[in-house]
Structures are given as structure tokens and as C-alpha cells.
């Protein structure tokens, strides 16, 4: 009883290891994605992050934006427009969260299946 105990124990620990592995894999792609894309210019991964100056941040951390949108049906298609068609400064919701008035389209910086793939990062965030 022991020696099962022990053993799943160590088996536990390889799985959570080996997750945590591929996890740090798919943060450190979907960091570079958003860096190449531009997107950190306005945008942190972590909320409190202080934006430029010691102003508010430009545009909202994207853990806020998990926390916002998680379990929201359609969520993942509105952010993945947003993304590639901007918003618009008059139904932003995160007014007096950001300094920014609104996010502009960004089509020519990232491929709609490589925003649709960040979105999706963004959402899981958090869980």
C-alpha cells in the first residue's frame, strides 16, 4: 500500500512537471506572438501594471481581460474581431481603466488564425 502510494505520488509529480513544462512552452510562444505583433506596446499579461509615466496602462492587462470575458459565450469571436478591426472609443468599457481611448485595428500586424490563437491564451489566463 505503501509502495502504490509512493508511486502515485511520483507519477502526480512527473504529470504536473510535464504540464507546467508545456504550459511555460505555449506562455513563452504566445509571448513572442505578442511581442512581434505589437500587442505589448499596449498591453501586460499581469494586473497593477502601471502604463507609461506612471500613468494608467494604455490598453487593459490581459488578465483583466480573461477575468472580463471568461465564460462569456462568443467571447472568443468578439475579442478575435476586436483584435483585427479595433473598437470603437464610444462603448469602451474599460473607460477610466486605461489611458487609452480605444485599440486600433491591428490586421496588418497578426493573421486573423495566429490573433484568433492569442485570444484563446488570453481567455485561459487565470484558470
Known sequence: ????TSTLL???ALALTATTAVANENDAAML?????SGCLTCHSVESGKPGPNGMAPIGP???DVAKQYRGKPGAQDFLTRVVLEG???YSSHWKGK????????NA???KETDARTL???ILSLGQ
Do not use: R
Open 108 to 110: 496588418v500586424a497578426i
Open 32 to 36: 513572442k506572438l505578442a511581442s512581434t
Open 119 to 121: 485570444v484563446s491564451w
Open 98 to 105: 486605461v489611458s487609452g481611448l480605444s485599440m486600433p485595428p
Open 61 to 63: 492587462a490581459w488578465q
Open 1 to 4: 500500500m505503501k509502495h502504490a
Open 10 to 12: 511520483a507519477a502526480t
Open 87 to 89: 473598437s470603437s472609443p
